[in-house]
């Protein structure tokens, strides 16, 4: 069964970065987001995705380096988003 | 694309920077004892935010007229008097930001008196009026580099035969505007800058600063000998991941600084793979050569830190002792870093760099006897 939270992120990853041709159902949960020609993504993008996510979800992204491991692909998002969100044990 | 390389020694007849801890004297004083002028303060000013390390010279506040405006005063009066901006007295005013925060400022509250001093132009054109300088007044922009593009104009200017002194200007102060935008970019952030300091996380300051040259042709003690640039065009906020842009500006000042024995103000700012592509560069083309950053602790000063740390690194040649790397513990990036103060003896010239986004590198020779 699909990740609800996984589909929601790709959803917004489709609608913030105003990506073409891609519907929120193709990206993989394991797909690398950057660094790769298919989404052909940059820091600007994702300076663009950091400040949705932390607006939508309410979190703090504290550094460049804890951004970049987070937004490796949709699953360590996902992970990432749990973790820090209110009402997580951790 | 090849770096520029302009050997065209330029005679430094005066020379001061205003930080945090006051003139060139006062900032050196405070290095060599390992001070840091960075405090945590609220990133959006009296907004509030995320407490950020800052090294600011007064409240962050968005003024009218600016701010930074007094500082400002206080530099220029001690620059030496003479007919600037008539004909054969070019003024180079450089900056990153000029009065950017206050057209931030002004998008929130209408007040038109921001414009005054918010665009370039009207910013210079307000410090033309202040300083009564004439017509011949110059704006250079080019981020983090701005200071080197100034300088080296400057010597342009001079070996044209096209100007007798010059008078370079810089200046950068921290406002809400720019402070978020760093912060935006998650590089200024809860932790402290260490400069070429291996680490988890990176992590920069940044601080208020300006400062100003008179260039001449005159043989004085301090010359600057050459000027390197170089922009990498590889990425908007990314080096070459091979470091191929530090090597070529790197290489091409070595070249010019081919038989002297040199230490290196680096960049530094904190950020952890540009702090590692800078170091083992800097290892590479200068080998043996003590590395250091004062950006931890008086910030990265942005467009004017080519000038600020110019006017700190004379100071320190002329007192023979030079800053370490304040805030940087081992392990570092190489063994090249410096991270306490050295004596300036046994080097007979300095390399000065300084590097920015889209790529642009700038480095300068200053040679002393």
């Known amino acids: 069964m699909s990740d609800p939270l996984a589909l929601r992120l790709k959803t917004l990853i489709v609608q913030t970065l105003r ?33 949705r996510l932390e607006k939508e979800f309410g979190i703090k992204i504290g550094s460049s380096e804890e951004s970049r491991k987070a937004l490796t692909n949709v699953a360590t998002l996902a992970e990432y988003i749990r973790h820090r969100q209110p009402g997580h044990g951790d | 694309m090849s770096p520029t390389v302009d050997a065209l020694p330029t005679g430094l007849e005066a020379c001061d920077c205003l930080t945090p801890f006051g003139d060139a004297a006062a900032t050196l004083s405070a ?9 945590f303060e609220a990133v959006l000013g009296a907004a509030g935010g995320d407490r950020v390390p800052l090294a600011l010279c007064g409240p962050m506040d968005e003024s009218v007229p600016p701010r930074w405006l007094p500082d400002l005063r206080r530099l220029v009066a001690s620059i030496p008097a003479d007919a600037w901006g008539t004909a054969r007295r070019p003024v180079v005013v450089t900056s990153s930001n000029f009065g950017v925060g206050s057209l931030y400022a002004f998008t ?13 132009f ?51 102060f921290v406002s809400p505007f720019v402070a ?23 992590s920069i300051g940044l601080g208020d600063g300006a400062a100003f040259a008179v260039l001449s042709r005159a043989a004085t003690p301090f010359r600057l000998q050459a000027h390197a640039l170089h922009n990498e065009m590889y990425h908007f ?45 800097c290892a590479r083309q200068f080998p043996g050569a003590p590395l250091v950053s004062w950006k931890g602790s008086l910030g990265h000063t942005l467009g004017s830190c080519g000038l600020v740390e110019l006017a700190v690194a004379l100071t320190g040649l002329r007192a023979a002792r030079l800053p370490g790397t304040i ?28 590097n920015a986004f889209g790529g642009a590198h700038a480095a300068m020779l200053l040679a002393h006897a």
């Open chain 2, 31 to 39: 290095l060599l004892a390992g001070r840091r002028a960075l405090e």
């Open chain 2, 122 to 172: 009207a910013c210079v054109e307000m410090l033309q009026r202040e300083f009564t300088w004439g017509e011949n007044v110059h704006i250079l922009s080019h981020a983090c580099v701005s200071a080197h593009l100034g300088l080296a104009q400057a010597a342009r200017l001079l070996h044209a035969g096209l100007a007798d002194r010059v008078l370079v200007l810089t200046f950068d």
């Open chain 2, 327 to 354: 805030g940087t513990t081992t392990p570092c990036f190489g063994d090249n870093v410096a991270l306490g103060p050295f004596a300036a003896d046994g080097f007979d010239a300095t390399i000065l760099t300084s």
């Open chain 2, 237 to 281: 906020t990314a080096n070459r991941p091979d470091g191929a842009g530090f090597d070529a500006c790197l290489g091409a000042i070595a070249e010019a600084a081919r038989g002297r024995r040199v230490w290196v103000k680096g960049h530094g700012t904190g950020t952890l793979e540009a702090g590692r592509l800078e170091a083992e560069a």
């Open chain 1, 19 to 51: 990506l073409k041709d891609v519907r929120p159902e193709d990206i993989l949960d394991d797909e690398p987001l950057f660094g790769t020609s298919r989404f052909d993504l940059d820091s600007i993008d994702a300076l663009e995705l950091v400040l």
């Open chain 2, 108 to 120: 929130r509250d209408h007040d038109d008196r921001h414009l005054r001093h918010g665009p370039p």
């Open chain 2, 180 to 202: 978020g935008g760093f912060h935006s970019l998650k590089i200024l952030n809860d932790g402290l800058p260490a400069p070429f300091a291996v680490r988890e996380t990176g």
